[in-house]
């Protein structure tokens, strides 16, 4: 993946991405981790109704569930099987770091987190 990648990204979902993601991105780019979570550029893109409102949505998991970045830069799970999230991490990299601590089992990561109820009508 390039800067000219990024900036396509960043176009598209009309937000600059936080810079722990888009050095990861560089530096990796696109695809699998563990057959666990997925990276690619159809999983961008920006939240568009609930309290949420904003987040950009960055990566999928084996179950379909969603990952995205708020402005503030931490990282939040949204459930594709319930109207609820969850914060997990305060950065892009502190989640890589806790998702490697976890021998990258994501969805038993996020499931252990105390999710909140999310109004996407909101």
Request: a negative charge.
């Amino acid at each position: 993946m390039s800067e000219a990648d990024i900036e396509l990204v960043e176009r598209h979902i009309e937000t600059e991405l936080p810079q722990d993601l888009k050095a990861w991105l560089l530096a990796v780019g696109y695809g699998d981790l563990d057959e666990a979570l997925s990276f690619r550029s159809e999983w961008f893109k920006k939240v568009e109704q609930g309290e949420l409102k904003g987040a950009v949505v960055f990566a999928q998991d084996e179950l379909g569930n969603f990952y995205g970045f708020l402005a503030s830069g931490a990282i939040v799970f949204f459930s594709r099987s319930a109207p609820e999230y969850a914060v997990l991490a305060s950065g892009f990299a502190s989640f890589m770091a806790e998702l490697e601590a976890r021998d990258f089992k994501v969805v038993q990561w996020a499931g252990s987190v105390p999710a909140l109820p999310y109004a996407w009508d909101a």
